[in-house]
């Protein structure tokens, strides 16, 4: 089955800047919709970002739209977030996961059910 790694998640000061990234295993991105979702403690989980397999546009939440861009690389087989502007209500703990459904070139869902795949998380710590 498919195995996501998050990783680059740490301590930053508010205002600062994090690029996380999301290795799958092999060669596992071809037609997948991939998201990112945080859960601070007690909380939902919450839907971040997403980006189709086309990976030509982007779906953000709106708590994090303008400061966070999503990216992919089919090649490398990794989707990347970059957080801008960093707030410390952005703490928790970020996910990736993969969506096997092909609803066409520019389909994504920001449901957390429709995910077929999730990484163990990496966590991020925004300090004021």
């Known amino acids: 089955q498919v195995q996501l790694v998050e990783s680059g998640g740490g301590l930053v000061q508010a205002g600062g800047s994090l690029r996380l990234s999301c290795a799958a295993s092999?060669?596992?991105?071809?037609?997948?919709?991939m998201g990112w979702f945080r859960q601070a403690p007690g909380n939902e989980r919450e839907f971040v970002a997403a980006i189709s397999w086309s990976g030509s546009i982007g779906y953000y939440g709106d708590s994090v739209k303008g400061r966070f861009t999503i990216s992919r690389d089919n090649a490398k087989n990794t989707v990347y977030l970059q957080m801008n502007s960093l707030k410390p209500e952005d703490t928790a703990v970020y996910y990736c996961a993969a969506d096997s459904y092909y609803g066409g070139s520019y389909y994504y869902t920001r449901t957390v059910s429709d995910y077929d795949y999730w990484g163990q998380g990496t966590q991020v710590t925004v300090s004021s």
């Open positions: 092999g060669r596992t991105l071809s037609r997948y919709a």
